[in-house]
Each structure stands twice: as structure tokens, then as C-alpha cells.
């Protein structure tokens, strides 16, 4: 394993019951790269992504961080979670906490910051996301745009090494799905590790280093995002891409 091989997932497999969602699964992320995963409907991208934060647990194989296999639960589970960052579909912000708390919170509990510095740290990344005069309202009060904004000021917030994008545009109104994709754009181009599942093909044209693809719980191939849309080699890409690109 190199250095620089952040992620690394092994042998994956995860089943429901009868259904096989993740089928010998290898994929390996390295430190600044940004994957974008994409695939039909029930292919185990959602799944995937959430195996490599333990949200999902697998059946066989391995998934290691920066080295370390992924803890079964505890404290070291809480500590690997600070390092890897999650922006669901759903936002998942306390709707009872301010958009400033909702960043600051993780950092006094997880990361055992000073309340003084976990605010000052939330405002410059409230600032970085567009919505820095936003944090003093509620989540209910802001746009789905914003709201998503403030879940990815969140997870910045841990200083984590990698950040996973679970469909993070999916249940924005089309109009906001762009100032949530500007901001991810904008990571991207700073270096930050990140897997994106997404059905945003401009996205993954634009800031995907690789672009994975799923289907039936396998990657049936990966490569770079020219490659990948302009000469898809498995029968199963070029008709996805064929159904999609055409609308």
C-alpha cells in the first residue's frame, strides 16, 4: 500500500437478506483524489459509500483509512467518523440547534476544541460555503441550497481526511443544485479526498479525477472522466450513458 492510498476497500461484500448489494467490491482512493461513483438505480452506491464511514456494516472483506482496517464500533468508531466526513441526501442538520451550532457542535464534543475557536472556525467556513450570514437562523429557515451548504461546512469543520457525498443533490429543487455543486467544485480544486455518488454528470465531467461505475453491486469500470464519457468500455456503461445523455 502506498502513502498515499487513503482508502481502501477489499474484497468488499455486503448482502440484505437474498439480495447481494456489494459483490467483491476492490476500489482504492488516494490522499487529493476526487471519485465520483455512478451507476444506475440499486447498483450499491449509496451502500458503498456508506460502508466506508460504518454507517452500513459488510459482511466480508476489509475497508481500511489511511492505513488503519475500520473499527467495529466505540470511541475509535466516533474518532474514525471525525476523520471522515458524510453529506447525506437528507442534510441530517439539528433542526432545534442555529446553523453556527450545527458546525461547532461536533468540534467541542469529537474534537474536544475550545468553544471560542469552533466558532471562529464555523464562520470562516460558513464565510467559504456562501452562507455566512445565515448563522444565527435555523436550518427550517434556510433553502434547501443553503441547508446542504451548511452540511458540508460541517464536516469540513473536523478537519477530516476525507470527505463521502451520498446524493447530496438529489432532494435540492433543480435551481439549488448548482450553488451546492459550485462549493464541491471548489474542494475538489483545493485537493480535498472525496467520493461523490451522484447522478450529476456535468459534475463528474468537471471535477472528477476518476469516475467509477456501478452496477448490480460491481464496479464494472473506472477510469478518468474523458475516457470514461467519451469511450465507455463495458456494454453496461454505454448504455447508461446512452439513456442518460440523451434526455
Known sequence: MSQADLIVLDQVNKRYGDHHVLKNVNLTVRQGEVVVVIGPSGAGKSTLCRAINRLETIDSGTISLDGTPLPAEGKELARLRAEVGMVFQSFNLFAHKTVLDNVVLGQVHVLRRPRAEAERKARELLDRVGIGGQAAKFPAQLSGGQQQRVAIARALAMDPKAILF??????????????????????????????????????????????????????????????????????RAQSFLAKILTH
Open 166 to 235: 451520498d446524493e447530496p443533490t438529489s432532494a435540492l429543487d433543480p435551481e439549488m443544485v448548482n450553488e451546492v455543486l459550485d462549493v464541491m467544485t471548489g474542494l475538489a480544486r483545493e485537493g480535498m479526498t472525496m467520493v461523490v455518488v451522484t447522478h450529476e454528470m456535468g459534475f463528474a465531467r468537471r471535477a472528477a479525477d476518476r469516475v467509477v461505475f456501478m452496477a448490480d453491486g460491481e464496479i464494472v469500470e473506472q477510469n478518468t472522466p474523458d475516457t470514461f464519457f467519451g469511450a465507455p468500455s463495458s456494454d
